[in-house]
């Protein structure tokens, strides 16, 4: 389960950078940056809330 808690955090790093550069750079058309750079928050959002239910002891 941590793995994929990393693989999330490192695939929404992903997808948002691209996203910036996409932007500054013009390599996609707008719709396509809109959707990558909001999944990428999504699946940052995700990793960082997944372990708000876990008490650290």
Avoid at 7 to 19: E, S
Avoid at 42 to 48: K, N, T
Wanted: charged share 15%.
């Amino acid at each position: 389960m941590k793995l994929l808690m990393k693989l999330d955090l490192w695939l929404g790093i992903l997808l948002l950078v691209i996203a910036v550069l996409g932007f500054i750079f013009k390599w996609f058309s707008n719709s396509n940056l809109i959707s990558a750079a909001v999944a990428g928050a999504v699946l940052l959002l995700i990793a960082a809330t997944s372990d708000v239910d876990k008490v650290q002891k």
